[in-house]
């Protein structure tokens, strides 16, 4: 079994595609689309089903699979959280940190 981490059903589709050696076309002929929708998933231009992603993956011989996994702990205390952040080299802060400012300000901006 091939497990592949990705982080959008984009990269996940380009990834077995290329893996399998198939054009664009050869898969949207396959899965009964067109070459231009594959493109646009690929692409991230459009979020495509679970049902759309199984039957891409099942055209290029394989299945879909997914699986829930504990998240980071939430309500830890602010000791824990200080103790977490001590271990950080200074560039691990820093990424940190923006990623954190950029969360916030995505979640300020959608409550405009």
């Known amino acids: 079994m ?3 981490m990705v982080t ?3 990269s996940l589709i ?3 595609r290329r893996r ?4 664009q076309q050869t898969l949207a002929r396959r899965a009964s689309t067109t070459q231009k929708q594959i493109s646009r ?3 991230g231009d459009v979020s495509p089903s679970v049902a759309t992603l199984s039957r891409l993956l099942a055209a290029m011989g394989e ?5 829930a996994v504990p998240g980071p702990h939430d309500n830890r205390t602010d000791d824990e959280l200080r103790a977490d952040f001590v271990e950080l080299s200074a560039s691990e802060r820093i990424a940190q940190t923006a990623s954190l400012s950029r969360t916030l300000t995505g979640i300020a901006a959608g409550g405009r």
């Open 2 to 4: 091939i497990e592949v």
């Open 8 to 10: 959008d059903a984009g």
């Open 14 to 16: 380009r990834q077995a």
């Open 20 to 23: 399998h050696g198939i054009s």
């Open 41 to 43: 998933i690929e692409n």
């Open 63 to 67: 299945r879909l699979e997914l699986r």
